[in-house]
């Protein structure tokens, strides 16, 4: 009934794709877990990354003589998802600050997400229709 719906437009690389056409590929090919020297470098990483510690909290973390890191980290060669943008909005009645409304462009978000391989077998395309039993009586309607 909707033979267009799920025709594709445009085609993009995906999230590893990404990854892989970067300057320093060819280090994937003898290190797994590149930019990082090694799987518990990696976990390091992760675990950071992760966590909800501020930048000058995970800097003062690594600045610790007993962090002894295989090289230094370098999450700027990592893909990077949609950046922040900012709006100062004006409000009607004075306040003691400014109101500021951080957001993402949707469209960056909606790429990202399409072109994340976790997400790839867990998208659908087309209308379905989804009823509550089997017998196929109640029909439910759903964004």
């Not at 002894?68 to 409000?91: A, D, K, N, V």
Request: with cysteine; hydrophobic share 45%.
């Amino acid at each position: 009934p909707f033979p267009s719906a799920g025709a594709v437009f445009n085609i993009s690389k995906m999230f590893l794709k990404q990854f892989e056409m970067d300057p320093y590929s060819s280090f994937h090919h003898m290190n797994l877990y590149y930019p990082f020297a090694n799987l518990e470098d990696w976990e390091m990483a992760n675990f950071l990354l992760q966590s909800k510690l501020s930048m000058v909290k995970i800097d003062a973390f690594l600045s610790l003589g007993l962090v002894c890191l295989s090289q230094p980290f370098y999450f700027e060669l990592l893909p990077t998802g949609p950046c922040w943008h900012y709006r100062i909005i004006s409000m009607s009645s004075p306040m003691k600050s400014q109101a500021i409304l951080y957001f993402h462009d949707s469209l960056e978000c909606i790429k990202v997400l399409f072109s994340h391989p976790y997400y790839a077998d867990h998208m659908i395309y087309t209308p379905f229709q989804v009823f509550t039993s089997a017998e196929r009586v109640i029909r439910e309607f759903s964004e």
